[in-house]
């Protein structure tokens, strides 16, 4: 038998006066101001009536209480206000006035909502103005993006790369001091690629010193002890590497980590971008162990040995680690 009716109404505002505890306070406002009640002409804090809260115990929801008065709609909020715990006045004032008869209780509270009202709109106005992800919501302009370049330095005229415009804007907080840390560097990668990614420091680095490098008696140059005097053939630095190491991976993921290949081009523009022009950078690529595949000679098949195809056992008991390259910088 058919039912008579097998639909439900789903209405957010309804669902919002029911449970108002569910919602965020900002979130409620922008909801609200779009109920019929409201004026098109006239400010929109006119329709809304933001009462003071009295409660100091822990907030475990931004709005304490939600109606609709004579056409007002009321709300008590417990993130910002002049009374409660998170009220711009000490705690003594909301626990003078709680305690106070109920008739006073009531002659303080009309007379700190005229203050408060107006507190709490403003609040709603500039939670809207500055927060950036909802102003994109609202506009659908992202202009502020030179507003946030320009707290880590980026010039987008100079890097020519639209396609990382935004990811230079989210993390531009990491790239505010003067030494960009591994911890940033790999936050960044890792929320780009979603990948598991470690950055490992100090990689030793050997160069072997030319003739006209060498300390030697009756030498053209002056010899300064800490300058230019070296001692041996060889020279060992340990602040001049990285390596950034990727997986494990799939296989088709680990293929596109390549020299050439779509990822390892965009993870070497980004790297060269965030990086100092002077640091060597290595890439290792670890393969999941459970994509080690036997490889048979074919024409549809392209891989190289460290690139896809490794000599082996059939059963490999760990990830695969081989794959190491220079991503920026001389070859190791």
Not at 151 to 161: A, I, M, P, R
Not at 179 to 200: R, Y
Request: glycine share 6%; aromatic share 10%.
């Amino acid at each position: 038998m058919r039912s008579e009716r097998w639909w439900q109404d789903t209405s957010v505002i309804d669902e919002l006066f029911k449970q108002a505890g569910h919602f965020e306070f900002i979130q409620s406002t922008r909801l609200l101001r779009h109920l019929p009640i409201a004026s098109a002409q006239a400010y929109w804090a006119d329709d809304f009536h933001f009462d003071s809260s009295l409660n100091l115990n822990f907030p475990a929801t931004q709005i304490e209480r939600l109606s609709l008065q004579q056409s007002q709609i009321q709300i008590t909020n417990l993130v910002v206000g002049l009374t409660g715990i998170q009220g711009a006045l000490p705690y003594t004032y909301t626990q003078k006035v709680k305690q106070s008869p109920r008739q006073h209780r009531q002659e303080v509270k009309a007379f700190l909502n005229l203050f408060n009202h107006t507190l709490t709109a403003q609040y709603v106005d500039a939670s809207l103005a500055y927060n950036l992800p909802v102003r994109y919501e609202i506009e659908h302009e992202n202009y502020y993006l030179n507003i946030l370049h320009a707290l880590s330095g980026y010039v987008q005229s100079q890097q020519q790369q639209p396609d990382l415009d935004e990811y230079f804007a989210e993390f531009s907080g990491l790239m505010q001091g003067q030494n960009n840390t591994a911890h940033a560097l790999k936050t960044m990668l890792s929320c780009v690629f979603k990948q598991e990614i470690q950055i490992q420091e100090f990689i030793k680095e050997r160069f072997q010193l030319g003739d006209e490098q060498k300390t030697c008696l009756g030498g053209t140059q002056p010899a300064l002890l800490g300058v230019n005097t070296f001692c041996g053939d060889t020279i060992e630095q340990i602040d001049g590497k990285i390596e950034i190491q990727i997986g494990p991976l799939k296989r088709a993921q680990y293929l596109s980590f390549l020299p050439q290949q779509p990822n390892h081009i965009k993870l070497r523009r980004i790297v060269e971008t965030w990086c100092s022009p002077t640091l060597l950078i290595d890439l290792r690529l670890i393969l999941d162990r459970s994509e080690i595949q036997p490889i048979c000679v074919s024409s549809t098949q392209q891989v190289g040995l460290g690139q896809g195809a490794f000599l082996g056992y059939s059963a490999a008991p760990d990830h695969n680690q081989d794959t190491c390259f220079a991503l920026i910088g001389a070859a190791a």
